[in-house]
């Protein structure tokens, strides 16, 4: 079986005049050599495709795989980590991970809220910022929490992102209006733990090889799991297995959001408790990072006893068995 790999080299985009920050989702080459090592290792051949455009010229060209393992996250809009998969099903190739829809819902913060608020899984209260004429609309109570609504690896959070009056309240939308060009998410402040939740499978198979707890170090941004926290997370994040009861409350809910929204194959939910210990729904990413020793999810599913190969394995496993040869 040939497998092609699809995602977006970071180290490209930065030689096209791309900034630091906004090519931040994007890959290592650590990263791809990681995937394609584990692939080999499993016995499969590989072909690495890159970026869009790069697939779009060999589908043109009549080249075709067994399966894609994409991590194509895209450059621009809200269906940006849509687009590759849109374009294997239109050539009716089979591919890792969530499809066209699940990826440009997930991805709009606020759209993604208010489906989780309808299948009734506890999520902050929250409000959406199109425009600074509607700041003065946020009739929430301090403090809050304000992050760009379609960003993640933390970009655009940062200690500025807790809110505690209606002056940083405006000011903070302002800047990330500016700096993003998007809307702003602007959700109740959760004061409790915080958690990443790995998901592995589809559906009713899905299930969580671990629950991983946040815990911020003295070096780090103080209340937040930052865009400067992640990226130099060694000394400024210690990350631990959780298993006390409200770790287990975390993955049951984790696995609501999951199923309820679609999501397939491998990712990760976020969660934050409030103020009583109930850990409400925060994010989901379902086409998370999976960057040896760097990203959530490796090492999340490493300290859970799950070696990298085996984590793509089960990927593999679970998207070739929703696609039968």
């Known amino acids: 079986m040939k497998i092609g790999l699809t995602y977006d080299l970071r180290e490209e985009y930065l030689a096209e005049g791309y900034g630091e920050e906004e090519?931040?989702?994007?890959?290592?080459?650590?990263?791809?050599?990681?995937?394609?090592?584990?692939?080999?290792?499993?016995?499969?051949?590989t072909e690495r495709i890159g970026h869009i455009r790069e697939l779009a010229k060999r589908l043109v060209a009549g080249q075709r795989w067994d399966l894609v393992f994409n991590i194509a996250e895209g450059l621009r809009g809200f269906g940006r980590e849509a687009q590759v998969p849109a374009l294997l099903e239109a050539y009716d190739i089979p591919y890792t991970f969530s499809d066209p829809l699940v990826l440009s819902l997930t991805l709009h913060k606020g759209m993604t809220?208010?489906?989780?608020?309808?299948?009734?899984?506890?999520t902050p209260d929250f409000a959406v910022v199109d425009s600074p004429e509607q700041i003065a609309d946020v009739a929430?109570?301090?403090?809050?929490?304000?992050?760009?609504?379609?960003?993640?690896?933390?970009?655009?959070?940062?200690?500025?992102?807790?809110?505690?009056?209606?002056?940083?309240?405006?000011?903070?939308?302002?800047?990330?209006?500016l700096t993003f060009h998007q809307p702003v998410l602007i959700e109740t402040y959760l004061p409790g733990r915080e958690f990443t939740v790995g998901i592995i499978g589809t559906g009713a198979e899905a299930f969580a090889p671990g629950v991983l707890e946040v815990h911020l170090t003295k070096k780090a941004e103080k209340e937040v799991y930052s865009y400067l926290n992640k990226e130099d997370w060694h000394g400024r994040i210690e990350y631990r297995l959780a298993q006390d009861q409200t770790a287990q409350l975390?993955?049951?809910?984790?696995?609501?959001?999951?199923?309820?929204?679609?999501?397939?194959?491998?990712?990760?939910?976020?969660?934050?408790?409030?103020?009583?210990?109930?850990?409400?729904?925060?994010?989901?990413?379902?086409?998370?990072?999976?960057?040896?020793?760097h990203s959530d999810l490796p090492i999340l599913c490493e300290l859970a006893g799950m070696p990298y190969r085996k984590l793509i394995a089960e990927i593999v496993h679970s998207a070739l068995k929703r696609n039968p040869s």
Not at 113 to 122: A, N, T
Not at 261 to 266: A, E, H, I, P, Q
Not at 275 to 285: D, K
Request: include cysteine; aromatic fraction near 6%; glycine fraction near 10%.
């Open 140 to 177: 929430l109570p301090f403090p809050l929490f304000a992050k760009p609504i379609a960003e993640g690896t933390g970009k655009g959070v940062s200690a500025a992102s807790k809110i505690a009056d209606r002056t940083e309240l405006e000011r903070v939308c302002r800047s990330l209006l």
């Open 250 to 293: 975390a993955e049951r809910t984790a696995l609501a959001v999951w199923r309820g929204l679609g999501c397939r194959d491998g990712g990760r939910i976020d969660l934050r408790a409030d103020a009583h210990g109930i850990p409400q729904f925060m994010e989901v990413n379902p086409l998370a990072g999976i960057r040896p020793e």
């Open 23 to 45: 090519t931040a989702e994007f890959d290592h080459p650590v990263t791809i050599s990681a995937i394609e090592g584990a692939l080999v290792d499993l016995g499969y051949r």
């Open 113 to 122: 809220k208010r489906v989780i608020r309808d299948l009734g899984i506890p």
